[in-house]
């Protein structure tokens, strides 16, 4: 237990779908992030918040939609995804963000089909 | 930028053997972290060496900051360590950005 916690656990979605990713943080973090695993492919920084406020925004199409409420809870919103964007969906949270020794904690994810 | 790179991409290895697992990276760094991700995607923080080496048990990892390399060692292996192995630096704008992984089968 990682005191990052996901859900869901696996997401299958229509291409016309609307949902939406959770992530609740319980180590009293201020930094929150979203990453893409692709098969075959390094981890991709999505977003980035910290307290709050998005810091980061890698170039990410905008069917992806983040929204941070509060420093505990993260959400990505998915709207007319395409197949390619199927892959595993990691939320992390550290200490602070930009400092560079700052370690990550990662919850378990969630496995998204588009189909 | 800066490149991370991890060798072997993949290892296959009976239980109780020793392994080695290596990451290099291209520019100085303050920071390394080691992940394991287990078959069933979670990502564990197994280190945070940015220098020198510690040890968890089984496992060790040394980083020589100066030659730009970091090891990870995984002694008596066990099924249970199977999964995708991490490393991940902070780049100059402090994006942390993560190698391709080795992706390692411990056999009964």
């Known amino acids: 237990e990682t005191g990052v916690t996901q859900t869901p656990r696996h997401l299958v979605m229509g291409m016309t779908n609307k949902k939406s990713l959770k992530c609740e943080q319980h180590?009293?973090?201020?930094?929150m992030y979203w990453y893409k695993q692709s098969a075959k492919k390094p981890l991709e920084l999505m977003f980035v918040?910290?307290?709050?406020?998005?810091?980061e925004n890698n170039s990410v199409p905008s069917r992806f939609s983040p929204e941070c409420p509060n420093s505990s809870h993260l959400f990505l919103h998915l709207h007319t995804l395409q197949p390619e964007d199927s892959a595993l969906y990691l939320c992390?949270?550290?200490?602070?963000?930009?400092?560079?020794?700052?370690?990550?904690?990662f919850g378990s994810g969630t496995q998204l089909s588009v189909l | 930028g800066i490149q991370v790179e991890q060798s072997p991409p993949d290892l296959i290895l009976q239980e109780g053997a020793n392994s080695t697992l290596r990451c290099n990276f291209s520019d100085s760094v303050n920071n390394l972290q080691w992940f394991h991700q287990n078959p069933w995607g979670q990502l564990i923080n197994l280190f945070y060496?940015?220098?020198g080496t510690k040890q968890n048990g089984r496992l060790s990892a040394t980083t020589v900051a100066t030659e730009r390399y970091s090891l990870l060692y995984i002694s008596s292996s066990q099924t249970t360590d199977s999964g995708v192995y991490f490393c991940a630096v902070p780049k100059r704008d402090d994006k942390i950005i993560f190698g391709k992984g080795t992706r390692l089968h411990i056999l009964p």
């Open positions: 180590l009293g973090h201020n930094a």
């Open positions: 060496i940015p220098s």
């Open positions: 992390a949270s550290s200490q602070e963000y930009g400092a560079t020794n700052e370690k990550l904690f």
């Open positions: 918040y910290s307290l709050e406020e998005r810091v």
